[in-house]
């Protein structure tokens, strides 16, 4: 009797053994599948780099981050010169192959420690950590010498191929500073960019 007892005792250690793995397995597919829904959730299905989303989550701990340790944060916005004009000459499918080329020429441009993101349609955006206004001036011009020497026929852009115009701003990140304050920098860097003949940089004055 006691040894059927102990073989139950043994055989229910068992079950209980074989059912805390089966659950362990599927907590761990189950985290697996949930970590690259949140990859997909923000990567850009056309360019495969990040999207708004993860820029916004990686602007808003990059600047905690920056603000808590009193370091430089630059942004770049960029912008593909006469875009739509591309799409209505060469179609959109063209338009589309033409933003992966230049999402893959703006990675190689800049540094391990940049972040690419698209923006926004036919606009992209760099995060630059621990970097001033000069530097970040540099890594800009890189991408857009990157861009251009793609050499991607643009009959309807003035330099002949497709360009990019760039708006850069750095700052100081501080905890009395609303990140989103530096976009705007960069924005309007960006559209002087544009004023001045489009295919060059403009960076924002300090504020």
């Known amino acids: ?48 780099i990040g999207n708004r989303r993860h820029f916004t989550q990686y602007y808003d701990a990059l600047w905690s981050r920056a603000a808590a340790a009193t370091e430089q944060v630059g942004v770049a916005l960029v912008d593909v010169d006469n875009f739509k004009k591309y799409n209505d000459r060469y179609g959109h499918p063209a338009g589309d192959e033409c933003l992966r080329r230049i999402a893959g020429a703006m990675k190689s441009a800049v540094r391990s420690s940049d972040v690419v993101c698209r923006y926004g349609g036919e606009e992209f955006v760099l995060l630059l950590k ?23 026929p643009h ?21 009395q500073t609303s990140p989103a304050s530096l976009v705007e920098r960069a924005d309007k860097a960006l559209y002087r960019a544009k004023d001045e003949g489009r295919n060059r940089l403009a960076v924002a004055a300090a504020a």
């Open 130 to 152: 621990a970097t001033d206004a000069a530097h970040a001036a540099t890594i800009a011009e890189r991408v857009r010498a990157a861009v251009a020497a793609l050499n991607i």
């Open 1 to 48: 009797m006691i040894g059927g007892q102990l073989a139950v005792s043994v055989g229910n250690a068992l079950l209980y053994r074989t059912l805390e793995d089966r659950i362990a397995e599927r907590t761990s597919a189950l985290r697996s599948a949930n970590d690259k829904l949140e990859l997909l959730s923000q990567t850009d299905t056309l360019t495969e």
């Open 155 to 175: 009959e309807l852009n003035p330099a002949g191929v497709v360009t990019v115009s760039i708006g850069v701003a750095a700052t100081i990140a501080s905890a």
